[in-house]
């Protein structure tokens, strides 16, 4: 077996973003009126969007749409309680440079995504980041990482994925990747 390809989720795997999104989202939740506990917040981490939401119960579309607005605008403040996991992020930046390909593989939204690649300086440590709208569907469909693969040209066999989420566990499985669980 050789690897070519190195995956890794973002939020929880290579960045522990648990604590800076609590914050955001409780932000957003506050100037809409609802409050968010850390205990909910947590039963719901890893969710794309609207699952968050639908977990939640927030059915209202104008509400989604605001918490979704004030969490993207606020999350940058909260940046300062990210926490780089980095081993990975050295073995990741090692196996580029010795041939390797890698990509983030994220349901987070591209804007926030790139915000926090940017922040802990590491967006030219991939050759390839999608986020959650780049893909139909989230986590635990394999969808995002077969689109990885099929980019990057590589089979399954070849590749290595590291997550956290139970979710992203099952994309992983799914896609048929070599995966290995990740916890920060």
């Given at each position: 077996?050789?690897?070519?390809?190195?995956?890794?989720?973002?939020d929880?795997?290579?960045?522990?973003?648990?604590?800076?999104?609590?914050?955001?989202?409780?932000?957003?939740f506050?100037?809409?009126?609802?409050?968010?506990?850390?205990?909910?917040?947590?039963?719901?981490?890893?969710?794309?969007?609207?699952?968050?939401?639908?977990?939640?119960?927030?059915?209202?579309?104008?509400?989604?749409?605001?918490?979704?607005?004030i969490?993207?605008?606020?999350?940058?403040?909260?940046?300062?309680?990210?926490?780089?996991?980095?081993?990975?992020?050295?073995?990741i930046?090692?196996?580029?440079?010795?041939?390797?390909?890698?990509?983030?593989?994220?349901?987070?939204?591209?804007?926030?995504?790139?915000?926090?690649?940017?922040?802990?300086?590491?967006?030219?440590?991939?050759?390839?980041?999608?986020?959650?709208?780049?893909?139909?569907?989230?986590?635990?469909?394999?969808?995002?990482?077969?689109?990885v693969?099929?980019?990057?040209?590589?089979?399954?066999?070849?590749?290595?994925?590291?997550?956290?989420?139970?979710?992203?566990?099952?994309?992983?499985?799914?896609?048929?990747?070599?995966?290995?669980?990740?916890?920060l």
């Amino acid at each position: 077996m050789e690897i070519k390809l190195i995956i890794t989720d973002f939020d929880g795997t290579l960045v522990n973003t648990f604590q800076a999104n609590y914050h955001a989202y409780c932000q957003a939740f506050g100037e809409v009126g609802l409050a968010l506990s850390e205990e909910d917040y947590r039963k719901c981490y890893g969710l794309r969007f609207d699952g968050f939401m639908d977990a939640m119960g927030i059915d209202d579309a104008t509400v989604r749409q605001r918490i979704r607005a004030i969490k993207g605008e606020c999350y940058p403040d909260f940046f300062g309680l990210l926490h780089v996991n980095r081993p990975l992020l050295d073995m990741i930046r090692m196996f580029r440079q010795g041939g390797g390909m890698t990509a983030v593989a994220s349901t987070a939204r591209a804007k926030n995504l790139n915000n926090a690649l940017t922040h802990i300086g590491a967006t030219d440590d991939f050759d390839l980041i999608l986020a959650g709208e780049d893909v139909k569907q989230g986590k635990p469909s394999p969808e995002i990482y077969n689109t990885v693969m099929s980019r990057m040209g590589v089979t399954p066999g070849e590749t290595l994925i590291f997550e956290d989420s139970n979710v992203g566990l099952q994309a992983a499985e799914a896609a048929g990747a070599h995966y290995i669980r990740v916890r920060l």
